[in-house]
Structure formats: structure tokens, C-alpha cells
């Protein structure tokens, strides 16, 4: 039984005998490796982008992103529960940040392209830490939003790839307009299920957290790429 598990039906227990506030304590562990583990990873594919991008390495294509993304996010899903999980973590976040490599060289070499990466970059931070905040402080269920998101990012993945192939600009922009705010709604209602309790695997969540703001993050970049002169 993994200390995740253990934890889960601990806090049910003391739950059951009134012990509440316990049940609580461990649901905020599970956001604080959650944290720890994200912030690692961040990090680590921070460093892979930036030597991905300084080597000029080309970008794996979108079948090949989509392949590596999801082979790996099925490996993770099957390994959470123990160590392996977490080194596959790593190797998840080190691949997306491979492709996020050259996709930071596409802005930079745009006129002002390095004010552009700063405003998506500080942009990401300002949200992430805005929904959080509300995640941590509101008394607000924003249980409701599960659905609404999953619906959301199935249309918006699926008019994403019809811009892409019928090379629909005006679409591709509404897409990264979209999915702006169906992460930031994402990072609000992911915090909050750990806080509840619904969550209970760590590596699950920072897989979660991690993508949305990869997605959040080059959505920005589409943007503001574009209203500088991209696209």
C-alpha cells in the first residue's frame, strides 16, 4: 500500500470519529509534495527547453508530440503509485519540455520576440498563482467546473488539430483563447480536488498542474505572438 493510500484511509478514518480537521492535514501533504514534485519538474524541463532551444534541435512534429505525450501519460498512470512513477514524471516533463524548446526559438526570433516569451512567462506565473489563491482561500465548491473543463478541452483539442490541418489562423487563435481560460478554470479546480480531498496521488496531480500550465503557457505565446506581428 503506497504512503498515499495510507494517508487517504487515514483521513477517512479520523474522519468517521470526528477528526475532521486531521483528514484536512493530509489532503494539504498531498498539495505539498504536490508543489514540491511540480516545482522539480518545472524546473527540470526548464532546463531541457532552454538546451533544446539553444542547440536550434527541431521540433518532433505533432504526431510524434502527441505519441510521446501520451505513451508517457499512460506509463505515469500505470506506475503512480510508486517510485518509477515519479522518475516517469520527470521523463514526461523533460519530453514536453524538449518541444517547448524550439517553440521558444520561433517567438525569440520575432521582432521583440524576447518581450513576448517575458509577458507569456510572467503571465503563467500571475494566473497560476491568482487560481490558486482562490483554490486556497474561497469557500466556493468549484466541484460543478469537472465536467464543464473536460467537455471544454475535448472541443477545444479537436478544433485545435481542424486549424492546424485546414490552416485556419482566426480559429488557432480563438483555440489559444479558449484554452486560456479552460487551464486557469483547470489549476482552480485541480487545487481545490486535492484540498478536498479528491485527489489523493501527488504524482497524478503534478501531471495535471504541469500540463495546464504547458498549455497555458504556449496559449499566451500564440497570442501575443500574434498581436505582435505572428500569424
Do not use: C, W
Amino acid at each position: 500500500m503506497s504512503l498515499n493510500e495510507r494517508s487517504y484511509i487515514s483521513g477517512q478514518v479520523l474522519s468517521r470519529n470526528g477528526a475532521a480537521v486531521l483528514g484536512s492535514e493530509a489532503s494539504r501533504r498531498v498539495l505539498r509534495n504536490t508543489y514540491m514534485l511540480l516545482a522539480m519538474t518545472l524546473a527540470f524541463s526548464g532546463v531541457v527547453a532552454g538546451v533544446s532551444a539553444a542547440m536550434s534541435l527541431p521540433h518532433p512534429g505533432l504526431i510524434l508530440t502527441l505519441v510521446g505525450y501520451f505513451g508517457l501519460l499512460f506509463a505515469v498512470t500505470k506506475f503512480r503509485d510508486s517510485g518509477a512513477g515519479v522518475a516517469l514524471v520527470f521523463a514526461l516533463t523533460g519530453f514536453m519540455g524538449y518541444t517547448l524548446g524550439p517553440i521558444i526559438n520561433h517567438y525569440l526570433n520575432m521582432p521583440g520576440g524576447s518581450d513576448i516569451v517575458t509577458m507569456a512567462l510572467g503571465g503563467t506565473a500571475v494566473i497560476f498563482f491568482a487560481m490558486s489563491a482562490i483554490a486556497l482561500t474561497s469557500k466556493r465548491d468549484f466541484s460543478f467546473l469537472g465536467s464543464f473543463l473536460m467537455v471544454g478541452m475535448i472541443v477545444a483539442f479537436l478544433a485545435g488539430l481542424a486549424a492546424i490541418f485546414f490552416q485556419m489562423p482566426v480559429l488557432s487563435l480563438a483555440v489559444s483563447a479558449a484554452f486560456v481560460l479552460l487551464m486557469s478554470g483547470l489549476i482552480l479546480y485541480e487545487t481545490q480536488n486535492i484540498l478536498q480531498g479528491g485527489e489523493t496521488n501527488y504524482v497524478m496531480a503534478t501531471v495535471s498542474l504541469y500540463v495546464s500550465l504547458y498549455n497555458l503557457f504556449t496559449s499566451l505565446l500564440h497570442l501575443l505572438g500574434a498581436f505582435g506581428g505572428d500569424d
